[in-house]
Nanobody, 122 residues
Framework: QVQLVESGGGLVQAGGSLRLSCAAS????????MAWFRQAPGKEREFVAA???????AYADSVKGRFTISRDNAKKMVYLQMNSLKPEDTAVYYC????????????????WGQGTQVTVSS
């Protein structure tokens, strides 16, 4: 099993940047595919980005070119660097993990953090 704890959320103006962090526990972290999802009020949870053990990554079209996902297997950390933030990026951001092939559907992930709020003001 793995436990996930997100941090780094906050309030930022449009055009600004934030870096989210996800700290993972567990002895086999490097074997997990990791992802970030987000959920805005009244909306379904949506895929943001995913990264596999080797560093290969995928992004939602809405964040491609602005967000970067990375991982440090030695530190058991996953990061989401968010640049050029827009008001529509406002949401609770969740870190997720799976031992299966990384996908874009929330149901494919077995472990979730508690979420961290990101608010982008216009």
């Amino acid at each position: 099993q793995v436990q996930l704890v997100e941090s780094g959320g906050g309030l930022v103006q449009a055009g600004g940047s934030l870096r989210l962090s996800c700290a993972a526990s567990g002895r086999t972290f490097s074997r997990y595919s990791m992802a970030w999802f987000r959920q805005a009020p009244g909306k379904e949870r949506e895929f943001v980005a995913a990264i596999i053990w080797s560093g290969g990554s995928a992004y939602a079209d809405s964040v491609k070119g602005r967000f970067t996902i990375s991982r440090d297997n030695a530190k058991k950390m996953v990061y989401l660097q968010m640049n050029s933030l827009k008001p529509e990026d406002t949401a609770v951001y969740y870190c997720a993990a799976t031992m299966r092939v990384a996908g874009r559907e929330a149901r494919e992930y077995d472990y979730w953090g508690q979420g961290t709020q990101v608010t982008v003001s216009s």
